[in-house]
C-alpha cells in the first residue's frame, strides 16, 4: 500500500523559507514522478512542482519558479520542496503526490498524502 507522509509545514514571514518533505513507501512502479500540489481557500488546486524519478527532469508552475526547488534524497524515498522567498500568496495546504507521470502532468494522480499547512505573512 502506497503512503505519503508530509512533514515541514509551518508559518514563516514573507521573504523567508521552509522545506517541505514526503516519505513515500510501497511505491514500486518503475518509471513515476513526485510532485507537490497546493490549495488555497476558495482557490483551484495549482501542481507546484514535480520530478522524474527516474531522470530527475523536473518542472515548475510560473509562480514558483526560481524560488522553489525539487528533489530526492538519494535512496529516493523522500521528496523534498525547497521553498525560498516566500510570498503571502504561497499560503496554502500543500500535498505531496506520486503516479505514473502523465497523470502527475494532468493534475490527477492517485496517491496522495494528507497534507501540509504553509502560511506565508506579510
Known amino acids: 500500500q502506497v503512503q505519503l507522509v508530509e512533514s515541514g509545514g509551518g508559518s514563516v514571514q514573507a521573504g523567508g523559507s521552509l522545506r517541505l518533505s514526503c516519505a513515500a513507501s510501497?511505491?514500486?512502479?518503475?518509471?513515476?514522478?513526485m510532485g507537490w500540489f497546493r490549495r488555497a481557500p476558495e482557490q483551484e488546486r495549482e501542481g507546484v512542482a514535480r520530478i522524474r524519478i527516474s531522470s530527475g527532469i523536473t518542472y515548475y508552475a510560473a509562480s514558483v519558479k526560481g524560488r522553489f526547488t525539487i528533489s530526492v534524497d538519494n535512496d529516493k524515498n523522500t521528496l523534498i520542496l525547497q521553498m525560498n522567498s516566500l510570498k503571502p500568496d504561497d499560503t496554502a495546504m500543500y500535498y505531496c503526490?506520486?503516479?505514473?507521470?502523465?497523470?502527475?502532468?494532468?493534475?490527477?494522480?492517485?496517491?496522495w498524502g494528507q497534507g501540509t499547512q504553509v502560511t506565508v505573512s506579510s
Open positions: 510501497g511505491y514500486t512502479y518503475s518509471s513515476y514522478c
Open positions: 503526490a506520486a503516479d505514473a507521470c502523465d497523470r502527475m502532468a494532468a493534475g490527477i494522480p492517485t496517491y
